[in-house]
């Protein structure tokens, strides 16, 4: 496989690391927010790596997806909400699980926190050792990573040295790539703000910056440098993933990440996502417009990870259409009765199946895998019409779209999707009771209310020889 390593700005040969296995940290959420499809982008075509990794080539995979539940931003929404930073930002961590879940995100072997024990005392360890190392200095009761001290600085940014402000401190956690000084690793208790404290660490009472988070997380829960694999954001390049590796290089003297995975921006109606457009869509919102999180995976996929993707729901409509030719066409072969097997059709699954591959070992190349899918399923269904295609070939064919959606994951979520109506069952039942009520008593008006409203919700009734069914749109 050969995979875009960041660091380089080159396609390189990818392998996994001893017993086949690869070691993968993707930057989680930060919990002050429920993430939007801009976030999910990454998320999703992570999740195609991981499954490229696992079903296609045949790894193991051990992946941590963390949340960062204490920082600048989940402090401040806490503050304002009048609650415990933990019950803040847990209800954030629940609303990830559950968009994770409607997207088909294969759950990560770990998803620790940031204010877990054990990994604020793996921050203080690494501060520790950078501290033993000279790349530290204190001030006003913080602990700052002074970048002179590593001459690698800026290499995975290509930050400009002539730029840098050595000795000029940040305490923000975000700021811009012209803004490249010495950065906080703990800030200094500040009244309000959680805070711990590690004396046999040296490390005073304060909390942790973000960035000294996710580099303790990764080598604590995947072992000694270098990981395989670390993605996220292409917004995560600089500071935050600039700042891990001077982090952790500087704690253990090794590389940290043999590669590095970006993923680029999502944009809709061709504008960068903001609060002040209003177009900061979550998965609720997007199934509110009637849409289903399957159909959003597959968008997500259409483009190549490495290119910006314009979100518009007229293209997210044309993910519904595509989801309906294929399942139309997998139900198609239920019909097949046609005997025996074709050597065309044979040939043609199998060369489908080499394009699939090949696309996605070529830099997970999502765009011309889905077009050899969609060529396939052109072929098979001209096959079906013309008899060509026999119920030999059926469990060929099946096979073929299993490995598919094994590393896409979409079939298999729309087909999960189809046996969970939009509407609980209970209460359609309950409304279909009302509506013929409403009809016995010959309030057509309301039973019509009824019927429409629930159609509006994704549900159709069916009336037939005094009886009501329902089915999903």
Known sequence: MRLY???????????????NTVRMYTCGLTVYARGHIGNFRTFVCVDVL????KYLLGCRVRQVVNFTDVDDRTIAGALKAGMELRAYTD???????EDARSLGLEPAEETPRATDEANLQAMA???AALDKNGHTYRSDGSIYF?????????????????????????????????????????????????SWEFPQSGVTPGRPGWHIECSAMALRLLGESPIDIHAGGIDLIFPHHENEIAQSEGATGKPFSRFWMHVEYLIVDEQKMSKSLGNTYTIPDVVAKGFRPSAVRLLLLSA?????????????????????????????????THDGAHAAVIARVADARQQFADAMQDDLNTAAALGAIFDLVRSLNSAIDAQQLGTGDVPVVRDAFAQFDGVLGVLSLRQAEDTRPPVPV???????????AARRRRDFAAADGIRDDLAARGVLLEDSAGTTRWKRK
Request: cysteine-free.
């Open 304 to 336: 190549h990870y490495r290119k910006q993707l314009n979100f518009t729901w007229d293209s997210l409509a044309a993910m519904e259409e595509s989801l309906r030719r294929l399942t139309d066409f997998l139900a198609r072969l239920n019909a097949v």
């Open 125 to 127: 360890a690494m501060i």
């Open 426 to 436: 209970e209460e359609i039942e309950a409304l279909i009771e009302e509506r013929h």
């Open 5 to 19: 390593n960041t660091l380089t700005r080159s396609e390189e040969p990818f392998s996994p690391g001893p017993d």
């Open 146 to 194: 002074k970048i002179s001290t590593l001459p690698g600085y800026g290499r995975l940014a290509r930050l400009d040295h002539e730029g840098m402000k050595p000795g000029a401190r940040v305490d923000s956690d975000n700021y811009a790539k012209e803004d490249a000084r010495d950065f906080v690793l703990w800030k200094g208790q500040r009244e309000g703000e959680p």
């Open 50 to 53: 991981r499954r490229t990794l």
């Open 91 to 97: 209800q954030y961590i629940a609303a990830f699980r």
